[in-house]
């Protein structure tokens, strides 16, 4: 098993519709999670942390199951400029060792 | 804010080429690391330093070097390229106990 597997997409949707993105991973010793964006031919940038009580920004939730080992990230609204590609990313304790998962793709049509 | 700066963009070598790619951040961190990004692969790590003077293996170490002689620069050697180090490198680096990491703009590298 992968240490860090998302859904291949590539997903396909029309503005103003909701998303979800699924991430599991394989190392119950894990302490911190975040969700990275990264744009075509760009270098990822944090989209944002994953707290165990969930957490949101504006169009966007990400959730944390430790039992399941699995998080997600729900962006509602969907606009053009969120076409990019999602990476989960798991770390060990200190931040010493951050895993990143392949990605998923979204495209956002009008 | 120049934050963490990679050169060159883009190279193109020949098989047994030498080249270093260099880093340089801005932001007085002290973790810095050096990843490759290969399509269906994800980002991989290569070596990382926790501070000058130390450095370490990643996950793909082998055929490439590193030093940190500073904290600024964490600059990545390739020894003799091979074709399978055709990839996008990035370098990036982050604050002591805080997992955000900020990444250079990557250097595309093509081995012929």
């Known amino acids: 098993r992968k240490e860090v597997e998302q859904d291949p997409g590539p997903f396909n949707v029309p503005e103003g519709a909701t998303v979800a993105f699924n991430c599991t991973y394989s190392?119950?010793?894990?302490?911190?999670f975040f969700w990275y964006r990264q744009d075509c031919r760009k270098e990822p940038k944090l989209l944002m942390s994953v707290y165990s009580s969930g957490n949101e920004d504006g169009r966007f939730t990400a959730q944390l199951n430790r039992a399941s080992q699995y998080i997600s990230l729900l962006i509602r609204d969907s606009k053009l400029s969120d076409s990019a590609t999602y990476l989960c990313?798991?770390?060990?304790?200190?931040?010493?060792?951050?895993?990143f998962g392949k990605g998923t793709m979204l495209l956002v049509s009008p | 804010n120049a934050g963490v700066t990679q050169t060159p963009k883009f190279q193109v070598l020949k098989t047994g080429q030498s080249m270093t790619l260099q880093c340089a951040q801005d932001m007085n961190h002290e973790y810095m690391s050096w990843y490759r990004q290969d399509p269906g692969m994800g980002l991989r790590l290569i070596h990382y330093?926790?501070?000058?003077?130390?450095?370490d293996q990643g996950e793909v170490p082998n055929g490439y070097n590193v030093s940190r002689s500073t904290t600024e620069d964490f600059p990545l050697r390739l020894l003799s390229a091979a074709p399978s180090q055709t990839s996008v490198y990035f370098c990036a680096s982050r604050a002591p106990s805080v997992g955000e990491l900020f990444f250079g703009e990557g250097s595309r590298l093509t081995v012929l």
């Open positions: 990313v798991v770390g060990s304790s200190g931040y010493s060792t951050l895993t």
């Open positions: 330093s926790v501070g000058a003077g130390i450095t």
């Open positions: 190392n119950s010793a894990s302490q911190s």
